[in-house]
């Protein structure tokens, strides 16, 4: 299967944000992300530009990397699925295939012992069971954790899950900072 835009929709499943901009759904929308390390944007703006879109990569007041999208009338569909109003929601059969747990990775995975875990966005917290339940759908089975804190994730534990998830995200991004953070067995 060829990059698509709905591959992004793995920063939705992160703490990813889609807006729609201007009145009408003819004028477009943006999606962005505010990650933790560079390489992690820099992951995602490569998905962003394979997608066939243009990637702008920036730092929020904090310091933080953000990677958004430009305007994009592309974008109005996935906008129109993942919001109801103001609020991030999951569309009801939505999927994560392979290229969207890659992005949901890039955007908020990382290691717990033995286990992975890819995070939610703690300001979306009616998100969470329906993107556990999305996950089984798809044959990784994870543990809801942290949901009074603020940093909600989906734990993957079992060589069975793992791997499943490794086989899914393919080999991290060519960056040494992202081998440790990366999906392994």
């Given at each position: 299967m060829p990059p698509a835009v709905a591959d992004l929709c793995g920063v939705l499943a992160a703490s990813g944000q889609v807006v729609r901009v201007?009145?009408?759904d003819a004028q477009g929308a943006r999606?962005?992300?505010v990650v933790e390390q560079l390489w992690r944007a820099s992951g995602l703006a490569d998905m962003i530009r394979e997608a066939g879109m243009?990637?702008?990569m920036s730092r929020t007041e904090e310091g933080t990397p953000l990677v958004r999208t430009a305007v994009e009338l592309s974008l109005t569909t996935i906008a129109r699925e993942w919001t109801r109003g103001a609020v991030k929601t999951v569309p009801p059969r939505w999927l994560p295939g392979p290229r969207e747990l890659r992005a949901w990775t890039l955007a908020?995975?990382?290691p717990e012992g033995d286990?992975?875990?890819l995070g939610l966005d703690p300001h979306a917290?009616?998100?969470h069971s329906p993107l556990a339940s999305a996950l089984m759908r798809v044959g990784i089975a994870p543990?809801?954790?942290g949901t009074r804190g603020g940093h909600p994730a989906l734990r993957?534990?079992?060589r069975r899950r793992l791997s499943r998830l490794v086989e899914n995200v393919g080999e991290p991004p060519d960056d040494a900072d992202a081998l440790p953070l990366w999906p392994r067995l």
């Amino acid at each position: 299967m060829p990059p698509a835009v709905a591959d992004l929709c793995g920063v939705l499943a992160a703490s990813g944000q889609v807006v729609r901009v201007g009145a009408s759904d003819a004028q477009g929308a943006r999606l962005s992300v505010v990650v933790e390390q560079l390489w992690r944007a820099s992951g995602l703006a490569d998905m962003i530009r394979e997608a066939g879109m243009v990637p702008e990569m920036s730092r929020t007041e904090e310091g933080t990397p953000l990677v958004r999208t430009a305007v994009e009338l592309s974008l109005t569909t996935i906008a129109r699925e993942w919001t109801r109003g103001a609020v991030k929601t999951v569309p009801p059969r939505w999927l994560p295939g392979p290229r969207e747990l890659r992005a949901w990775t890039l955007a908020a995975g990382g290691p717990e012992g033995d286990h992975y875990l890819l995070g939610l966005d703690p300001h979306a917290p009616d998100t969470h069971s329906p993107l556990a339940s999305a996950l089984m759908r798809v044959g990784i089975a994870p543990t809801l954790i942290g949901t009074r804190g603020g940093h909600p994730a989906l734990r993957i534990t079992g060589r069975r899950r793992l791997s499943r998830l490794v086989e899914n995200v393919g080999e991290p991004p060519d960056d040494a900072d992202a081998l440790p953070l990366w999906p392994r067995l």
